[in-house]
């Protein structure tokens, strides 16, 4: 299996990628493609101990930067994002990994892949962490204004993602929305609850806000607009929630005062914290967002994955054993298949 | 001042409401009707100390049930909020609380007060406590389906609730988006953001998901599918988190050797505890949805406040409080004012 790592568009420059993608090569055994500015890249890895590895160089004179408009794909031609899809698009490659920019991905995925035949609007499918149990999670941020029949489309993706990625049989799937009865919802909520009660899927209703961390279902659908807010809510609010307890627990002489005399039990407790450290390890992982790494852009004709642009080398060398797991699963040619089906299903 | 209080629609039946209300009347002062059965109301009074207090009951025979569709407040004619609801029409009254269905109080207040003059949909404002300052957040849920207009109009009353309830100067408006760029969101949205930045309210532009604890708006704006949802999430969230560290860090043998293990070290921290009790208090209040209670119906031709219908009774007494607040902030007349110079600042 090859797998293409866009080198040059994260946050943190060819360095962390390069680590994050060595460890992959050598954990997963897996055939790297890294694509970026060669003489770069080439001195990074001269930095590892590569061999017996088998990972290579592809050049790619140009980079987009995180700031720049999507259409900066079209111009810069030999990017290191066209460039790498286009291995993708002669059958050099099996999938593609980048922590760069989302819509110039996007924008680069549709120019050089094109979308699925039937998929009429790609969409942005991750594994959600902040649940009891792993779920695909469709959209998180592609397609702000989503007709109904995208969203049954997504609801087949993200079905096909977590049957086949995550390994869940016959995935539940439920629709956000603001009640759990049949009447609540937007008004294109509400077409699409219609749609995917007579779909083949395994439909089971709208989810309340409450409902999206309980595990009730193993594929979350929603907007875009909707699947952004509540990304970075989740990680906003949990920022807030440290912060809050920081200050305000410390505050004042008398919360001072208290927190120096919880020394010595603190003291006291440590042996038994290393007990307690193979759980916190364990929970870490759980909700950690570089357990699954980078996101599947579903409806693309190709493997294509977007890692959030801070990721560090653990979250690269995991967003390329997602896309292995994509690749394994077969997820486009099943979407081909699966579309064929919930026409049939659709119109019964 | 007159505060008419909904004692029957409530989960927790009328022991709870009343409890809530006797405790406003005690501590602000305030002038109490309760509206619901008399003989039940009587008999929950009679076991309090009311001498002095100045409580009255104002009989309705019918409550519209939680489960019940919204046009049961059509069909039973005096149920307790459509009663309620007259005492506020024929200026018998100052403000109207319930903790009871949301729907069938919207509906209620269409009927029996109507609208404010220029104002299409009403929606619901409340005070968001998950933030490292108060904000107010509209629409929690009332529309689903907002055009631009609803969402200027339900900024401007926000901005008048931030003002004149909140106390805070020149409230800072944005508006929940996918992205801090003007030509990010849904379509509605990015119509919204032009019509916003050219009006006359101190408008900061799109908020991002992250961007909702952090104080960066006195006035969080969006539609209410998407407010609601990350309203009902973060109660989710709130409580998948420590579900989630009680399941996990507890998992095992080691796991639970580990905390029996923590006890002696605990117990050397409970003095210390006790010093960093007022600020746990503190910060209970400070992110404890029930320090304000009920929710504004914003647009609406007179004070409605609706609370959760869990609502206890420090929440029913704290309801009463916010709407004291409502009526001194005189946002109805303030909302009537605002629209003839939103215009003005709208069509300049």
């Not at 088998?54 to 030999?78: G, L, N, P, Q, W």
């Not at 009429?120 to 998180?140: E, G, H, K, Q, Y």
């Not at 190709?302 to 060398?317: F, K, M, Q, Y």
């Amino acid at each position: 299996m090859r797998i293409v790592v866009d080198a040059m568009s994260g946050d943190h420059g060819p360095g962390v990628v390069i680590d994050g993608a060595v460890q992959a090569a050598r954990d997963f055994g897996v055939e790297i493609i890294l694509v970026g500015k060669e003489d770069a890249l080439k001195t990074e890895l001269a930095r590892h101990h590569t061999q017996g590895l088998d990972i290579r160089i592809v050049h790619a004179s140009e980079v987009v930067e995180m700031h720049e408009h999507t259409m900066a794909v079209k111009e810069k031609k030999d990017n290191s994002m066209s460039v790498g899809m286009r291995l993708l698009k002669h059958g050099e490659a099996d999938a593609f990994v980048t922590p760069g920019n989302t819509g110039a991905a996007l924008a680069a995925a549709l120019f050089t892949l094109g979308r699925i035949r039937g998929i009429d609007r790609p969409a942005i499918c991750s594994v959600w962490p902040a649940s009891m149990t792993p779920a695909a999670f469709v959209d998180l941020g592609a397609n702000t204004d989503p007709k109904p029949e995208n969203l049954v489309q997504n609801a087949l993706m993200g079905s096909l993602y977590a049957e086949h990625v995550l390994g869940i049989q016959r995935p539940r799937v439920g629709i956000v929305s603001n009640g759990e009865e049949e009447d609540k919802g937007s008004m294109v909520v509400r077409d699409t609850f219609k749609l995917l009660r007579s779909s083949p899927l395994n439909f089971v209703g709208n989810l309340e806000g409450r409902d999206i961390p309980k595990g009730k279902a193993d594929v979350i659908v929603t907007d875009g607009f909707t699947g952004n807010v509540i990304l970075k809510y989740t990680e906003g609010m949990l920022s807030f929630l440290v912060k809050f307890l920081r200050r305000q627990l410390t505050a004042g002489a008398l919360g001072k005062i208290g927190l120096v005399l919880m020394i010595p039990g603190a003291i006291l407790m440590l042996p038994s914290l290393l007990l307690l450290l193979p759980n916190v390890r364990r929970m870490r992982r759980t909700v950690d967002v570089r357990e699954y790494g980078a996101a599947l852009l579903v409806g693309i004709d190709g493997n294509v994955l977007i890692g959030h642009g801070r990721s560090d080398a653990t979250s690269i060398r995991n967003s390329i054993r997602t896309a292995m797991r994509v690749v394994d699963g077969r997820i486009v040619e099943r979407v081909k298949d699966g579309l064929q089906h919930m026409q049939i299903g659709l119109a019964a």
